[in-house]
């Protein structure tokens, strides 16, 4: 018990990839998958023993694990778990489980596929468990090439444009995010040792000493928040850095899609709460408006751009742009509330997103086609599917009760409360009540048209008439059951006991949090 | 049983419901079927017996010699973040208890009338589930004891309404109608949602009340305090505090607006009645359009002390009343007329509220409650013996073949109109009352209302009813959800229709009355007949709503900012004014034998028109063809929403979409365009090229990047 106390997260994040080992040895199709299943499935039963080992009043780092990798720059292989991971790590094991569920009918090449999706889940939850910067890149930057190339061999006809388009975008965020890495090192760099940090948790006192004693400009920590800004908000995605992300949705299998809305994107806001906002917080409340600003306009503008699609995928995926916008709006806010709900919306959206995708690649499995205009009456020929989709639709649109109202009206909520005296924007002067007030209210016009867009589809894809050619459709499967119901029972829980699942967790790290901002 | 018992057991009521809803949408396709109506009728039937115990407990508490009766019950912790908490919990006091009783007992009532209205119909389950899950809904909007819980339930009903509109969902004007409902109603939300949020930031609370009546920590006690001690206590600026309180109810009043159907956001509820016919009766006119008057009855202290936003909702309900009641006198659809009916009626109670009559408001809701449901369901009867036709001009006569529901319906009329001795006549006399004494232009505009009121219910009843019997043929392609006359969309809407139709149309035109439909009539008739004693001429009803502390707070607060309120009117006995009753009696008598006559008048025309001299009545709208086609066409507010809004919304839309595409695509293809050419000698070596090519490039980046950091 005490070694897998103290290995627990090494054990998590490099299960799967000797998983991804066994499955490439795998004799045959069925050996591979189900040795894929498996291993998503320990971990996943692995990731639960968390919850007993997580001291939830902590609020700092804990669980932390520590050895040398490459001493001549301070380099370490530091892994630790608090508020801010845990509920990703869980969401991640979770969604993974049921996205191999979700893969189970690929053809081609089956073992490769798996293995390359084990090997993402190890990049994935090795982002959220490092502590360590360097580490942190390292993981962030693996997950990179096995989706470049689980979109670019098993996607649809226009895969290779996608997967270019996607592992542009990010290199063009891991070059910045790079130069934030190198910088930040040599600008702590210890006159005693002569070697600079790359430790997470050490790194904003490290840089907040820079800055008093005058070794670190201010310029400097701008240029390095804008920059790590810019590789998270590309990730996220955020309004103008999001295009890469419907094409790459559109042309992903089901489950990587899954994967890519639920976990991926997710790196990008955790990046924003783990690196750019406790390391450069004296940036982040100074161009506070900036990102305030850019949260907004991708939940305007992607709720917007939904409204003009005619591919049901591309549908959800502008949505996820419109959704994530909260996540980037509550960090911007800097206040506890936002904060919180920041973080609760991401594993809202990563439960609804993962259920919309899943939902759309079951419409797809049997039509063939995704235009929304082509169907309709789906809700006469498939009725579970249509309440399972549903419950997923109005989770996505903020119905009370369901997950994704309480992520909204945390981030709302924080962001009216940042307009109040005592607020850390308004106490450091950097913004006024007046200023505060356009972005809250404007930000609360897309839960209006969230609403347009997530009704007018299932008008369109579930009401109406049945038609003819889909009359033969049969029913959701017991596997495709098996995927959607847990899914739904989330995003219910999720909306019911918010605190008891998110919250008792993530409220005192962010507590530790905000220390740092003032 | 006592008070303190019922608000301990409080949860059973929202709770029962939903476990009804859950069983019969979870087994109701499989196993139950055409049973499907027992897990919401034992579900319902509880929770109505335990809501009419409770108010019977709360009414004997009060005369124990309780002033203020109000209790909370704690159920769960919901959301607790931060500074942010919300329980799942009820608060229970008289205004709590008069609207559980009407939501549970009217809801109880339409069930039963739906096991009989919608026998044999498909999705039969479903539609028992959904009305499981609104009784739930619903009592959690009017029980539960912060805003969060108000806003969950206020969706909640917005979602099942959402869902019964759109049952007929192969229908496309079903399905555009519920969109529509969700949408406009998603609008006042928005507005109601930020109120809610300014709320918190005011009060640093969302609980209505603290954990007794009189610990002052709660938002509707927290707002009768002088601003400077608010200040102090939520922590914010003083000079804050009074901008907030002066946004705040306009904010929550565009809520109440959408949900209520008020001008500008009523243009949802007339397409609602696409839905089944116990549906418009249950949600569009007994329960759920409500929800606005009862919230700004609770809220009455965030009210009180702002003239603004008061005058602004006696404003709105007083045009609504009237506006409303002008375009259902030139409505041809039963259903329609009622819908439009219901935003007239919906608009007196807010003029109530608004000048501060909240018991007046909270009579005029329950008699309604009663009346309208009955009228609804009455119609649903004429509607299911007509083989789902609903036009007037196609029908007559039809006393002989419909008897019981010709006398519930007159019964029903009569209580519309506000004939004297009817419960329609008291409750909206009170309201009417309220005005004459504080706003006398608002009293005359309603008593207008008043007598257009009971000529357009009696248009309709002369000539469904009275006159040369005609019965329709059955209309092509239809079912209980048809409503309007446009042929094509009939036709168009597909073969399931047909079939719909045959399960009710197989017998021909019959005497269509049976028990289970008629008895839940029998009960609304007797509501609407007697209701109206409830309030007078003893002012039981007001003095028991006057117990409530939103109520007793609302007069502290509108004393203190000076704002004249009627102590009657919010339940409250005045010393002073109790000497002063002698004179006011007579005027109050006046004013009742005025509003008779005026009610009178308007049946008297119908009956010109409409039964003695149909020429005439036709004759008429030809002589006026110009101000007869603007309110057939209701104004073309729909047309103008379209044009305005929708369509402008819908481009900006396409319009980000091409940015996209084209400016921010563009862009990158740039930017990818010039590694291409560097990868482009790359490619000529390796086979591929595409990811190497950008390996390499990025490479040579770090290594430039390196170079220019460390050099």
Redesign the interface.
């Known amino acids: 018990m005490q070694f897998l106390q103290n290995n627990l997260l090494t054990l998590l994040i490099f299960l799967p990839t000797g998983g991804a080992v066994l499955t490439l040895l795998a004799k045959n199709r069925d050996a591979a998958r189900w040795t894929a299943l498996a291993t998503t499935l320990v971990t996943l039963a692995l990731s639960l023993v968390l919850l007993i080992t997580f001291k939830t009043n902590f609020g700092a780092v804990q669980m932390v694990q520590e050895g040398d990798w490459i001493p001549a720059f301070n380099i370490k292989y530091k892994v630790g778990i608090d508020g801010l991971s845990l509920p990703l790590v869980l969401l991640s094991t979770f969604i993974c489980a049921l996205a191999a569920i979700a893969s189970w009918n690929i053809e081609k090449m089956t073992r490769g596929y798996f293995a390359l999706f084990l090997f993402l889940e190890t990049g994935i939850l090795g982002t959220f468990l490092a502590i360590d910067f360097f580490l942190f890149y390292v993981f962030f930057e693996v997950t990179l090439l096995p989706m470049?190339f689980l979109i670019g061999i098993w996607g649809g006809p226009r895969k290779?444009y996608a997967a270019?388009?996607f592992?542009?975008?990010t290199?063009?965020g891991?070059?910045a995010l790079?130069?934030v890495l190198?910088?930040t090192h040599?600008y702590t760099k210890d006159a005693a040792t002569g070697l600079g940090s790359f430790d997470l948790v050490k790194l904003p006192l490290l840089i907040k000493a820079a800055i008093a004693n005058g070794s670190m400009s201010m310029d400097v920590v701008r240029w390095f928040f804008v920059l790590a800004m810019i590789c998270f908000l590309i990730k996220v995605p955020a309004v103008?850095f999001h295009?890469?992300l419907?094409d790459a949705h559109v042309e992903a299998p089901t489950a990587m899609s899954m994967i890519l809305a639920a976990l991926l994107l997710k790196m990008g806001g955790y990046g924003i709460f783990r690196v750019a906002y406790p390391l450069f917080s004296d940036a982040g409340r100074e161009l506070w408006m900036i990102v305030a600003f850019v949260g907004v306009l991708s939940i305007l503008?992607g709720a917007?751009?939904?409204?003009?699609?005619t591919d049901f995928k591309r549908l959800v995926a502008y949505s996820s742009v419109s959704h994530m916008g909260f996540v980037v709006l509550g960090a911007a806010m800097m206040?506890?509330?936002a904060?919180?709900?920041a973080l609760?919306m991401m594993i809202a959206h990563g439960i609804t997103s993962a259920m919309l995708f899943f939902i759309v690649g079951v419409a797809y499995d049997r039509a063939h086609h995704r235009e929304i205009s082509r169907f309709g009456?789906l809700?006469?020929t498939m009725?579970v599917y249509f309440g399972l989709s549903a419950i997923g639709i109005?989770a996505n649109l903020g119905?009370?009760?369901l997950c994704g109202?309480?992520g909204e009206?945390?981030v709302?909520?924080?962001s009216?409360?940042a307009?109040?005296?005592?607020s850390i924007l308004i106490q450091s002067g950097a913004a006024s009540?007046r200023q505060i007030y356009p972005f809250?209210?404007s930000a609360?016009?897309g839960?209006?048209?969230t609403?347009?867009y997530m009704?007018?589809t299932?008008?369109r894809v579930?009401?109406?008439?049945?038609r003819a050619e889909y009359r033969g459709f049969k029913e959701v499967d017991s596997r495709e059951q098996v995927v959607l119901w847990p899914l739904a029972v989330m995003a219910l829980l999720l909306g019911?006991?918010?605190?008891l699942f998110v919250?008792s967790y993530?409220?005192s790290t962010?507590e530790t949090l905000f220390k740092l901002f003032r | 049983m006592g008070f303190e018992d019922f608000v301990d057991y409080s949860f059973l009521i929202p709770l029962l419901p939903l476990i009804g809803a859950v069983i019969s949408g979870f087994f109701g396709a499989k196993w139950l079927k055409e049973r499907s109506h027992w897990p919401i009728w034992i579900g319902v039937g509880v929770s109505a017996f335990l809501s009419i115990g409770l108010l019977l407990a709360t009414i004997d508490y009060t005369h124990a010699g309780h002033e203020v009766v109000g209790q909370g019950s704690h159920w769960f912790d919901w959301i607790s973040a931060g500074r942010f908490h919300a329980e799942a919990g009820a608060w229970i006091d008289p205004l709590t208890a008069v609207m559980l009783a009407v939501v549970c007992g009217i809801g109880l009532l339409i069930c039963i009338f739906a096991a009989g209205y919608m026998k044999g119909e498909e999705g039969y389950f479903r539609f028992f589930a959904y009305l499981g899950l609104f009784i739930f809904s619903m009592t959690c909007l009017v029980m539960g004891s912060n805003f969060i819980m108000l806003y969950l339930g206020w969706e909640g009903v917005g979602l099942c309404s959402y869902l019964l509109i759109g049952y007929y969902y192969e229908k496309p004007s079903a399905r555009d109608a519920a969109k529509k409902a969700f949408l406009v109603n998603r609008i006042g939300d928005f507005g109601f949602g930020i109120g809610i949020l300014l709320i918190f930031l005011t009060f640093g609370t969302v609980s209505y009340f603290g954990a007794g009546a009189g610990t002052h920590t709660g938002v509707i006690e927290l707002a009768t305090m002088p601003l400077d001690q608010l200040a102090k206590i939520a922590g914010v600026r003083s000079d804050w505090v009074p901008t907030a309180l002066q946004w705040i109810p306009f904010c929550l009043m565009l809520g109440a607006f959408g949900k209520s159907a008020q001008f500008p956001l009523y243009v949802w509820l007339p397409d609602a009645m696409e839905g089944p016919t116990p549906v418009s009766a249950l949600i569009h006119a007994a329960t759920m359009v409500t929800a606005g008057v009862y919230m700004i009855a609770r809220c009455g202290t965030l009210f009180a002390g702002n003239l603004a936003a008061l005058e602004t909702v006696a404003v709105v309900g007083t045009f609504t009343a009237l506006f409303a009641a002008t375009i259902a006198l030139r409505q041809f659809d039963l259903k329609k007329v009622f819908a439009y009916s219901t935003i007239s009626q919906l608009g007196f109670m807010f003029a109530g509220v608004g000048l501060l009559g909240s018991v007046p408001a909270v009579f005029h809701l329950v008699t309604h409650a009663f009346f309208k449901a009955l009228l609804f369901l009455a119609s649903g009867v004429v509607m299911h013996a007509m083989l789902g036709e609903l036009d007037m001009r196609k029908m007559s006569g039809l006393k002989r073949v419909l008897p019981n529901t010709r006398i519930l319906m007159l019964i029903g009329c009569l209580a519309l109109s506000g004939f004297p001795f009817f419960s329609g006549f008291f409750s909206k006399d009170e309201i009417i009352g309220v005005a004459w004494e504080h706003h006398r232009k608002i009293a005359i505009v309603l008593l207008f209302t008043a007598f257009l009121t009971a000529y357009y219910t009696f248009r309709l009843y002369f000539r469904v009813f009275e006159g040369p019997e005609v019965i329709p043929p059955a209309p092509a392609g239809s079912s209980h959800g048809v409503v309007g006359g446009d042929v094509d969309e009939h036709l168009a809407s597909g073969s399931h229709q047909a079939a719909t139709a045959d399960d009710h149309g197989g017998h021909g035109h019959h005497n269509h009355e049976p028990l289970v439909m008629i008895l839940p009539l029998i009960v609304l008739a007797i509501g609407a007949l007697g209701a109206g004693f409830f309030n007078f001429p003893a002012e039981h009803l007001g003095r028991f709503l006057g117990h409530s502390p939103s109520l007793i707070q609302t007069r502290h607060v509108a004393e203190r900012n000076g704002i004249v309120a009627d102590a009657a009117a919010l339940g409250q006995v005045d010393e002073a004014e109790l000497r002063a009753t002698e004179g006011e009696h007579t005027s109050h008598t006046t004013l009742m034998v005025m509003s008779g006559l005026i009610s009178l008048a308007g049946i008297g025309l119908a009956y010109q028109l409409h039964l003695k001299d149909r020429a005439a009545g036709e004759a008429l709208p030809r002589r006026f063809g110009v101000l007869a086609n603007v309110l057939e066409h209701k104004y073309w507010v729909d047309e103008i929403y379209d044009a305005v809004i929708v369509r402008p919304l819908f481009r900006l839309g396409q319009f980000f979409y091409a940015i996209d595409r084209i400016v921010i695509d563009g862009l990158v293809w740039l930017v990818g365009f010039v590694p291409q050419l560097s990868g482009f000698t790359l490619k000529l070596t390796t086979q591929r090229g595409y990811l190497q090519g950008y390996a390499g490039a990025m490479v040579f980046g770090i290594v430039v990047i390196l170079v220019v950091v460390f050099w």
Do not use: H, R
Request: charged fraction near 10%; proline fraction near 9%; aromatic fraction near 16%.
């Open positions: 470049y290779e270019i388009k592992f542009l975008y290199l063009v891991s070059i790079l130069i190198i910088g040599l103008p295009t890469w419907p503008y917007l751009c939904a409204m003009a699609q206040t506890k509330t904060a919180n709900g609760f009456g809700a006469t009725p109005f119905l009370p009760g109202f309480i009206i945390m709302l909520l924080g009216f409360e307009a109040k005296p005592g009540t809250a209210v609360c016009l839960v209006v048209l609403a347009a009704l007018w299932i008008q579930y009401f109406g008439p049945e019911i006991l918010p605190t919250f993530t409220d962010v």
